[in-house]
Nanobody, 124 residues
Framework: QLQLVESGGGVVQAGGSLKLSCVAN????????MAWFRQAPGRERDVVAT????????RYADSVKGRFTASRDNSRNTLYLPMNSIKPEDTAVYYC?????????????????WGQGTQVTVSS
């Protein structure tokens, strides 16, 4: 059973940076599409970035393009999300997700495996 553990969240001032990490417990990331989602209070869980099995194809939500850069290191079973120029509207719980999919879904319902989430709070 694939398990995902996120880390790196915290409190950051607007304009600052954070780097989230997501580690898988088994070596399946080489065959799994992975993604970052986020969920703010009272909001749906929205996609932030998706990557295919080797990270060669990465797509971003318009709201984070140019500021966030998702990458994965399959040798470390790890997905990363460096976040720059952070804005107050980036405040949310960030989740890592994975699925045995050839093409990464952009909706939460397309992912079978989820981490527990890590809180990112941006102060203005």
């Amino acid at each position: 059973q694939l398990q995902l553990v996120e880390s790196g969240g915290g409190v950051v001032q607007a304009g600052g940076s954070l780097k989230l990490s997501c580690v898988a417990n088994v070596r399946t990331t080489g065959t799994a599409a992975m993604a970052w989602f986020r969920q703010a209070p009272g909001r749906e869980r929205d996609v932030v970035a998706t990557t295919n099995w080797n990270g060669g194809i990465t797509r971003y939500a318009d709201s984070v393009k140019g500021r966030f850069t998702a990458s994965r290191d399959n040798s470390r079973n790890t997905l990363y999300l460096p976040m720059n120029s952070i804005k107050p509207e980036d405040t949310a719980v960030y989740y890592c997700a994975a699925c045995p999919c050839s093409s990464p879904p952009t909706s939460a319902g397309g992912y079978r495996f989820w981490g527990q989430g890590t809180q990112v709070t941006v102060s203005s």
